[in-house]
């Protein structure tokens, strides 16, 4: 496996590039034309090109209000741990219990603010104890899991795919958590509020994670890795941290794959017409609503029964 040294320049050619930082690889600005991510594709997807403008990092006025949303922030500590990615106490810092003054901490003490501005500095992103305690605790109960010492998140860690789409000439990329070195099996870690077949199944329905194994997928093969399977790792956020790893079904990736091409078509489309229209911004004059389906029998069996209260 090929895999080039980033040397801080904006990427020009396809392939596995070590060294990029997690910031740097979701900039704007990363390729030598315009690139979109499965996060993206989501986005478009499941939303519209209004939704995704508001917070693409190509847009100079971008929303990043989410950039310090605190699941995400536990998400990306656990994968950090986890995934074996080196120098944890480079990127995390845990918060004191105490303020400098030596007072307890408080958000509004002037010594506070200042230490975690000072953190800011420094390119940290701070945890509080509670935070750090549901890091440790997933990072020992995905240690106990008889697949995760399969080693199913085994491989190479911090490396991102990029390659052009070939009928849009977009760039796209992709950053497994790990890259499979001895398999074509990739899989990903989730942190979620529930391992229930109904939950993971609902998460899976709701942020579209069979689009983002289609995409890993695909650009391991434009870049000649050996692709197979891709398969979700889960681990609870709370106690007792359970875990359950599920491999997305073949016809559930051809899908997300279609979901993608309609994606990175309407991304294209968007940024040549520097055009990004909301759900209805595309309609003459009004349209029409109905009730859902559920709805329309629920008041229909009322009605026909009589029922002074709702059932």
Same mark, same amino acid.
Request: glycine share 8%; aromatic share 8%; with cysteine.
């Given at each position: 496996?090929?895999?080039?040294?980033?040397?801080?320049?904006?990427?020009?050619?396809?392939?596995?590039?070590?060294?990029?930082?997690?910031?740097?690889?979701?900039?704007?600005?990363?390729?030598?034309?315009?690139?979109?991510?499965?996060?993206?594709?989501?986005?478009?997807?499941?939303?519209?090109?209004?939704?995704?403008?508001?917070?693409?990092?190509?847009?100079?006025?971008?929303?990043?209000?989410?950039?310090?949303?605190?699941?995400?922030?536990?998400?990306?500590?656990?994968?950090?741990?986890?995934?074996?990615?080196?120098?944890?106490?480079?990127?995390?810092?845990?918060?004191?219990?105490?303020?400098?003054?030596?007072?307890?901490?408080? %958000?509004?003490?002037?010594?506070?603010?200042?230490? +975690?501005?000072?953190?800011?500095? &420094? *390119? @940290?992103? !701070?945890? #509080?104890?509670?935070?750090?305690?549901?890091?440790?605790?997933?990072?020992?109960?995905?240690?106990?899991?008889?697949?995760?010492?399969?080693?199913?998140?085994?491989?190479?860690?911090?490396?991102?795919?990029?390659?052009?789409?070939?009928?849009?000439?977009?760039?796209?990329?992709?950053?497994?958590?790990?890259?499979?070195?001895?398999?074509?099996?990739?899989?990903?870690?989730?942190?979620?509020?529930?391992?229930?077949?109904?939950?993971?199944?609902?998460?899976?329905?709701?942020? %579209?994670?069979?689009?983002?194994?289609?995409?890993? +997928?695909?650009?391991?093969?434009? &870049? *000649? @890795?050996? !692709?197979? #399977?891709?398969?979700?790792?889960?681990?609870?956020?709370?106690?007792?941290?359970?875990?359950?790893?599920?491999?997305?079904?073949?016809?559930?990736?051809?899908?997300?794959?279609?979901?993608?091409?309609?994606?990175?078509?309407?991304?294209?489309?968007?940024?040549?017409?520097?055009?990004?229209?909301?759900?209805?911004?595309?309609?003459?004059?009004?349209?029409?609503?109905?009730?859902?389906?559920?709805?329309?029998?629920?008041?229909?069996?009322?009605?026909?029964?009589?029922?002074?209260?709702?059932?």
């Amino acid at each position: 496996m090929n895999t080039i040294q980033w040397d801080g320049q904006r990427i020009s050619k396809p392939g596995i590039y070590a060294g990029i930082p997690i910031d740097d690889y979701h900039r704007g600005d990363i390729c030598d034309g315009p690139s979109l991510s499965s996060s993206g594709m989501r986005t478009l997807w499941s939303k519209s090109p209004k939704h995704y403008w508001d917070k693409s990092p190509l847009n100079p006025n971008r929303d990043d209000s989410d950039d310090d949303n605190k699941d995400l922030i536990i998400g990306r500590a656990a994968h950090h741990l986890v995934c074996g990615e080196v120098g944890f106490s480079d990127h995390y810092v845990i918060r004191p219990e105490k303020a400098p003054d030596g007072r307890p901490w408080n %958000g509004n003490n002037k010594t506070c603010i200042a230490w +975690l501005a000072e953190q800011k500095r &420094l *390119g @940290l992103t !701070v945890l #509080t104890d509670e935070m750090a305690e549901s890091v440790r605790g997933m990072a020992i109960s995905l240690g106990q899991n008889t697949m995760m010492q399969a080693g199913i998140l085994s491989g190479l860690v911090e490396r991102s795919m990029f390659w052009r789409d070939r009928k849009t000439g977009v760039w796209l990329k992709a950053r497994p958590d790990v890259i499979a070195t001895a398999s074509g099996d990739y899989a990903d870690l989730k942190t979620t509020q529930s391992v229930l077949y109904k939950d993971t199944q609902r998460s899976l329905d709701e942020y %579209g994670y069979h689009q983002q194994g289609a995409l890993v +997928l695909e650009g391991a093969g434009e &870049l *000649g @890795l050996e !692709v197979t #399977t891709f398969s979700l790792v889960w681990v609870e956020k709370k106690r007792p941290y359970c875990v359950r790893v599920q491999q997305v079904i073949d016809d559930d990736l051809i899908l997300g794959a279609k979901q993608n091409r309609v994606a990175i078509d309407t991304f294209h489309t968007c940024f040549v017409n520097k055009h990004w229209p909301g759900p209805g911004d595309d309609r003459d004059g009004a349209e029409f609503i109905k009730l859902s389906d559920a709805a329309r029998k629920r008041i229909e069996d009322r009605l026909q029964f009589q029922l002074r209260e709702a059932a």
